[in-house]
């Protein structure tokens, strides 16, 4: 079972509308976790990262929000363009994990539509 | 944030050939890197995590002798797909880990290079 389950898988909005996408994580002892962003053939960009500390992290038009007691997090994405249009893929860091490797959600594919 | 590049970005080769790609980070020095893989709308699956200076460390059910990874410096790991097949089309992404201490090292990811094998 995968550590990071995302959901939705997919959705589409119209363009100017907000979106809201979830992340819930097993993954633990937890170090940090990440928003990101990948356009169709590009590598993924971060968005965000918080640590168990920090509640919301903003970016622009992107807020993410991160509950490390439920472990939960969220994605906000406010007044969507065409060019949000991507797969956006939350990733969670093992804390005192000698390999440093990451867990990959399967990530939620956003369309924006005019 | 930090850049990695990845050469070339695309290519496309006949069955049993060997295809070599670079992976740079281009603003700092990473010790170690990693290769990834992601087939259509599926999320990236590690292959191998590249250290500078020793051998690659490769994930369960990833060949070793395939895919073959060199470190050669703390800018440079290369990925060479030998004797590819058709099955071995995929995106390939590599990330090279930015040392910024504590909770927040980060991953820069490089833009991913699609191979096509016919």
């Known amino acids: 079972k995968n550590q990071v389950e995302q959901s939705p898988q997919s959705l589409i909005i119209l363009e100017g509308k907000n979106c809201t996408l979830q992340?819930?994580?097993?993954?633990?002892?937890?170090?940090?976790l990440r928003w990101y962003k990948q356009d169709t053939g590009r590598g993924p960009v971060s968005l965000t990262i918080?640590?168990?500390?920090?509640n919301t992290k903003s970016n622009g038009r992107y807020t993410a929000t991160l509950d490390a007691d439920t472990k939960q997090s969220s994605l906000h994405i406010t007044a969507s363009q065409l060019s949000d249009s991507a797969s956006y893929i939350c990733?969670?860091?093992?804390?005192?994990?000698?390999?440093?490797?990451?867990?990959f959600g399967a990530g939620t594919t956003v369309t924006v539509r005019a | 944030g930090a850049v990695v590049s990845q050469h070339p970005s695309r290519v496309i080769c006949k069955s049993g050939t060997s295809v070599k790609i670079e992976c740079r980070s281009l603003?700092?020095?990473?010790?170690?890197m990693f290769w990834y893989r992601q087939f259509p709308k599926q999320s990236l699956m590690l292959m191998a995590t590249?250290?500078?200076?020793?051998?690659?460390?490769?994930e369960q059910g990833v060949e070793k002798d395939k895919f073959l990874i060199n470190h050669a410096s703390l800018t440079l790991s290369t990925l060479t797909v030998t004797s590819a097949h058709p099955e071995d089309s995929s995106f390939y992404i590599c990330?090279?880990?930015?040392?910024?201490?504590?909770?927040?090292?980060?991953?820069?990811f490089g833009p991913g290079t699609r191979l096509t094998v016919l």
């Open positions: 990330s090279a880990r930015f040392l910024a201490g504590g909770p927040l090292d980060e991953q820069f």
């Open positions: 992340c819930n994580y097993t993954v633990s002892p937890f170090s940090n």
């Open positions: 918080m640590t168990f500390s920090e």
């Open positions: 990733v969670v860091t093992k804390a005192r994990s000698n390999d440093y490797k990451l867990s």
């Open positions: 603003d700092f020095q990473a010790t170690t």
């Open positions: 590249s250290n500078e200076g020793s051998k690659a460390t490769y």
